[in-house]
């Protein structure tokens, strides 16, 4: 059974910094698009990053993060980091990593199969 793991997140002041990690188990053989969401009070999940392992690895971002988050893997541990710095108040909420094995990997919640619970982000002074 396919398991993700969240961890990491707790309440931080603007323009702190976070690392959120996520423990895969239960794959046979390795996932091929793994990625962050995130959702806040009110609103619908959304994509943040994602992350394709192999000879280029790939990621991409949403707008909204780029050049402040940083989506990478630890293959050795199976774990999937999002490190987030120069954090803002509309970065709060809850924060859930997600994996499938189709061949195209895009932001879209529709596509992803797994999740893990989520782990809640609040950033405030």
């Known amino acids: 059974q396919v398991q993700l793991m969240e961890s990491g997140g707790e309440s931080v002041q603007p323009g702190g910094s976070l690392r959120l990690s996520c423990v895969l188990s239960g794959y046979t053989s390795s996932p091929y698009c793994m990625a962050w969401f995130r959702q806040a009070p009110g609103k619908e999940r959304e994509g943040v990053a994602y992350y394709v392992s192999g000879s280029p690895v790939i990621t991409d971002y949403d707008d909204s993060v780029k050049d402040r988050f940083t989506i990478s893997q630890d293959n050795a541990k199976n774990t999937l980091y999002l490190q987030m710095n120069n954090l803002r108040v509309e970065d709060t909420g809850m924060y859930y990593c997600?994996?499938?094995?189709?061949?195209?990997?895009?932001?879209?919640?529709?596509?992803?199969?797994?999740w893990g619970q989520g782990t809640q982000v609040t950033v405030s002074s």
């Open positions: 997600a994996t499938h094995q189709n061949a195209f990997c895009r932001l879209v919640r529709s596509d992803f199969t797994y």
